[in-house]
């Protein structure tokens, strides 16, 4: 019974990996035109265009949310979950943050390993979210603790790669304020044991925008970029997560030096 569920698991997690990363490979040869929008806001010229990588990157990532509903409805304990939906957060912008630098990038030989890493990463995510599923399993702890560290990982290649691409900042803001905000989510979620805590979640969202605003137009590298606002984030997660439960004040030492070290590393860098 154990050895059949593992192969259905298994064969889920091949579906749906393979679909996301078969998309993105043909992505390259398939030529469409490009369709140009200008919106004038209040006198403001807003030019948008859409080609065929917009629309994957809109719709690749919708299809991992899907797949990893429909994967965590076989779970045996998924009548438990309360909130089924929070688990295709992370394989959401999963599946997004591999398709950021394969819509810029040209090499062959870089494109095999962003997906090989890219798929890796994948499986991981959308195997850790199965195992949260059951609360009462040995596995939890872990999968939880590894979901925690890859969120923070992925907000950091998330604004390294939009840092790269030179994008305007009308588009800049809302793609990191947005991802910060989905991941502030489903950490806390994960880190207080079911609590959404929104208020904080979009508290945190703000000043992570703010740092983000006024370095967007000095001349920090993307490294460097990436590793200042990830200290921040870091660190008001730990201290959001301990000051509602009135813990000890010594917990939130871990979040602030960690905060340090991002940010010693942000200068060495």
Request: with cysteine; proline share 4%; hydrophobic share 55%.
């Amino acid at each position: 019974m154990g050895a059949q569920k593992s192969d259905s698991l298994l064969e889920k997690l091949s579906i749906i990996s393979a679909i996301i990363l078969l998309t993105y490979s043909v992505t390259s040869f398939v030529n469409m035109p490009e369709v140009e929008l200008d919106l004038n806001i209040l006198g403001a010229v807003w030019k948008f265009t859409f080609d065929l990588k917009t629309y994957i990157s809109i719709l690749v990532p919708a299809f991992a949310g899907v797949g990893a509903y429909w994967l965590i409805g076989t779970h045996p304990a998924h009548s438990e979950d309360l909130y089924p939906l929070q688990h295709c957060i992370l394989p959401t912008l999963t599946a997004w943050v591999i398709g950021l630098p394969l819509s810029q990038l040209s090499n062959d030989a870089t494109r095999w390993i962003i997906f090989a890493l890219g798929g890796t990463l994948l499986i991981v995510v959308l195997t850790a979210e199965y195992v949260v599923v059951d609360i009462k399993s040995e596995q939890h702890l872990l999968a939880s603790s590894l979901l925690k560290a890859l969120s923070m990982a992925m907000f950091f290649f998330v604004v390294f790669v939009i840092r790269m691409s030179g994008l305007r900042l009308y588009l800049f803001l809302p793609a990191i304020a947005l991802t910060g905000f989905f991941i502030l989510l489903r950490v806390f979620y994960l880190q207080t044991g079911g609590k959404w805590m929104l208020k904080w979640s979009f508290v945190i969202t703000i000043v992570i925008a703010q740092i983000a605003l006024g370095l967007h137009y000095l001349p920090v590298p993307p490294i460097s970029f990436g590793l200042i606002l990830l200290g921040p984030l870091y660190s008001l997660i730990d201290f959001a997560s301990v000051y509602p439960q009135k813990r000890s004040k010594e917990n939130t030492w871990v979040g602030l030096v960690m905060m340090l070290v991002f940010l010693l590393l942000a200068f060495v860098v």
